[in-house]
């Protein structure tokens, strides 16, 4: 079994010198990112804990408790007389890209997920004012709440996809609803064209499937070349199905106008190739809303969406809209590992999405001021960084002045920030010039982390990222 040195992983960790947290905190949170993209792979034994406190000039008492740290929180496994391990809390093997739990202190931008508004607990305590009427029948709703299935259908009738409860499968939130479509619609092996970069728990998902992915670049800037590389791959590799999400694609924040999506379903319908839509940005526009959904332009399309982006992510609905018998055959699919989405939820999803549209004029003037902010203080401290504003979602994909988005999210632990590596969102260890920044904190959190960000940019010049990506290179030993 693969086991990682002291010396390697003092080396990857850092100096924990300058941490605004209590070093066996630092030194937990730093191990799980590690974990989480990939540079100490699950199952890696980790250094006896007096050798990992030489190497870091630490107390034994600190390594104890940074590694009691990361048991409790499923990031690391115990076996008596064996070590410890490094693991994850939850997820397919390779990693599933979760948050951890919150540290005093620490700024997470490496994760895009709002705060709850005020309309979530009044539509939890509606909810519950409503649940009496249920309680009479068993509570499983398959493919769920018709009420819910019927006003999402609304929503994509309203869109210019006309659509019918039906075709509408409730879904524990847009992850569930993509991995079910993969495992459903894609037998092991088949090939799955996915955009580069992308969202990495999709990515995820489809390997988990054992489906064989096939990137192909996006440049947000030139849309035009991407279409023209999707159409290549499509008309020579003919894959079962694609990823795609035209709508302020995460992390890239592009929108692919109606040209574009006529164009797009042309050539997945000419390669007999169907497309899994990933929606879960599309309401959160700045410029007014974008064109009808990727399905309206083909047919037969799945198109995924969920609540967690313009409501809240703690509350776990999403949903999948397609065909009613292909509804049929992914609830089948869905029954194996979730019998029905909780009902109190669903209920309470019902009440957001009566009021959404007047929800989502202050979520998205909130978000725009906070993208406005974002980029302003970016500008300022950070100025050799290309910093594109998009007109709608939840991030903004900065462009690094060389490739360190691996050395910068390792420096930014040392200042209470968190950050995602830009290679996490693609297949490979290509992205190393790329950092996404979610601007869902307010202005305010957002201008204290890109002071940090400044401190950690400044200790990950060229010279100092070379040494960092030569220690992250070492060999596993």
């Not at 068993?138 to 019927?150: C, E, M, V």
């Not at 509408?168 to 479509?181: D, E, K, N, Q, S």
């Not at 580069?196 to 054992?210: H, K, W």
């Not at 010049?461 to 070379?466: D, I």
Request: proline share 8%; with cysteine; glycine share 10%.
């Amino acid at each position: 079994m693969a086991a990682t040195s002291a010396r390697r992983l003092a080396g990857l960790v850092g100096d924990l010198g300058a941490t605004r947290v209590p070093r066996y905190a630092a030194l937990a949170s730093r191990v799980r990112l590690l974990v989480a993209d990939g540079r100490l792979p699950l199952g890696t034994r980790l250094p006896a804990e007096r050798e990992l406190a030489a190497a870091l000039g630490l107390s034994r008492a600190t390594v104890t408790a940074a590694y009691a740290r990361l048991r409790e929180d499923g990031w690391a496994t115990a076996r008596q007389g064996a070590g410890t391990f490094a693991a994850l809390p939850a997820g397919p093997h390779r990693g599933s890209w979760v948050p951890g739990p919150a540290d005093d202190g620490l700024i997470d931008l490496a994760h895009a997920a709002p705060s709850a508004p005020s309309s979530v607990p009044a539509a939890f305590a509606a909810a519950l004012a409503e649940l009496p009427r249920y309680l009479p029948q068993h509570g499983y709703h398959p493919a769920g709440l018709p009420d819910l299935r019927a006003r999402v259908a609304e929503r994509y009738t309203a869109r210019g996809l006309p659509t019918s409860a039906e075709q509408v499968m409730v879904t524990v939130g847009a992850l569930h609803g993509l991995a079910t479509a993969f495992t459903g619609l894609f037998p092991r092996g088949r090939r799955l064209l996915v955009e580069q970069p992308t969202y990495p728990n999709a990515l995820e998902a489809a390997r988990a499937q054992g489906l064989r992915l096939l990137p192909t670049a996006l440049d947000p800037d030139d849309l035009d070349a991407w279409l023209g590389t999707a159409e290549r791959v499509l008309a020579e590799a003919r894959p079962a199905g694609a990823c795609l999400m035209p709508d302020y694609q995460n992390p890239t924040g592009r929108l692919l106008d109606t040209a574009g999506r006529e164009r797009l379903a042309r050539a997945l319908r000419r390669a007999g190739t169907l497309a899994v839509v990933d929606e879960t940005i599309a309401d959160i526009w700045f410029e007014g809303p974008p064109p009808p959904p990727l399905a309206a332009f083909g047919t037969g399309h799945v198109t995924v969406g969920t609540l967690s982006k313009v409501a809240w992510g703690g509350l776990r609905i999403g949903w999948v809209r397609a065909d009613a018998d292909v509804v049929r055959k992914l609830t089948a699919v869905a029954v194996r590992s979730v019998m029905s989405v909780p009902l109190v939820e669903q209920l309470a999803a019902c009440v957001l999405l009566e009021g959404l549209d007047a929800e989502l004029v202050g979520h998205r003037a909130r978000l725009r001021e906070r993208r406005d902010a974002l980029v302003a203080a970016l500008r300022d401290r950070l100025p050799a960084w290309r910093v594109p504003v998009p007109t709608g979602g939840l991030v903004l994909w900065c462009g690094l002045p060389s490739a360190r988005s691996r050395a910068l999210a390792a420096a930014a632990e040392r200042h209470g920030l968190r950050l995602a590596a830009g290679p996490l969102f693609g297949t490979g260890h290509a992205l190393d010039d790329r950092l996404r920044l979610p601007f869902t904190h307010p202005p305010e959190v957002l201008r204290d982390a890109v002071e940090r960000l400044a401190r950690a940019d400044a200790e990950t010049g060229p010279a100092r990222a070379g040494a960092v990506e030569r220690a992250v290179g070492d060999p596993v030993v």
